[in-house]
């Protein structure tokens, strides 16, 4: 091969080499755009899709929590109500309570026979009520009935009663008493319940 023929071969090689490559590269090109366009359509709607969803779900999510959390809010409140409403039941029932019982001894108080100024030495031995057994002897004198009493009394002055062996102290006890002393005694002692 001479010079000339060696570079003809050579320049439409290159030629042919460049024509081939451009041409590739052109196709691609073109190629390019569409398939972009093609791959993000759906690409951008399956996002749009994904992100309604995602905003739907977590509308939902934040709805039943605002549910569960009224609900829970609700019964605290109600809990905490009742509560408050069983310890007032419970206070007024006590305040209502002891009313009841003050009043009874108010009326207890009032309606209690007073012991007259001579009983006041006989509760010394007898029991301010007139429950308890004189020196640990005698009877309950307290409800006995006010003739039994009145005649107990005056046997006692006249020194002919002597039940425990301490009529003689009894005696001493019961002998300044007048008729209308042991009288007005008598109806108080009378008067106590046993
Ligand atoms: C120091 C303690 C003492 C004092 C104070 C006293 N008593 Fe007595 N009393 C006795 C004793 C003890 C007897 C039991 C006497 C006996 O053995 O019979 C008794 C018995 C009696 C009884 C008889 C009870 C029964 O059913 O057998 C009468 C009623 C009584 N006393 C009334 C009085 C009166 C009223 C007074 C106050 C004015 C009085 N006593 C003060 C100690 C006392």
């Known amino acids: 091969m001479n010079r000339l023929t060696v570079l003809s071969v050579v320049t439409a090689s290159l030629l042919l080499i460049g024509c081939g490559q451009n041409k590739q590269a052109d196709t691609a090109t073109k190629a390019e755009p569409a398939k972009t366009e093609v791959a993000s359509t ?3 709607s ?3 899709a994904e992100k309604a969803t995602k905003a739907v779900n977590a509308v939902k999510e934040s709805a039943s929590n605002v549910v569960a959390k009224t609900a829970e809010v609700a019964k605290e409140a109600t809990k905490e109500v009742t509560e408050k409403a069983t310890k007032a039941v419970e206070a007024t029932k006590e305040v209502a309570t002891k009313a009841v019982e003050k009043t009874k001894d108010v009326v207890a108080n009032a309606t209690a026979p007073k012991a007259p100024a001579q009983f ?12 308890m057994k004189a020196l640990g002897k005698s009877n309950i004198i307290a409800g006995q009935p006010k003739a039994d ?9 006249a020194g002919t009663r002597n039940v425990t062996g301490m009529g003689g102290l009894m005696k001493g006890q019961v002998a300044g008493l007048s ?15 046993k």
């Open 149 to 157: 009493l009145v005649k107990k009394i005056k046997e006692y002055q």
């Open 179 to 193: 008729d209308a002393d042991i009288d007005a005694i008598a109806t108080y002692v009378s008067s106590l319940k």
């Open 42 to 44: 759906p690409a951008k």
């Open 120 to 131: 006041a030495k006989c509760a010394g031995c007898h029991g301010k009520d007139a429950k």
């Open 46 to 48: 399956e996002t749009i």
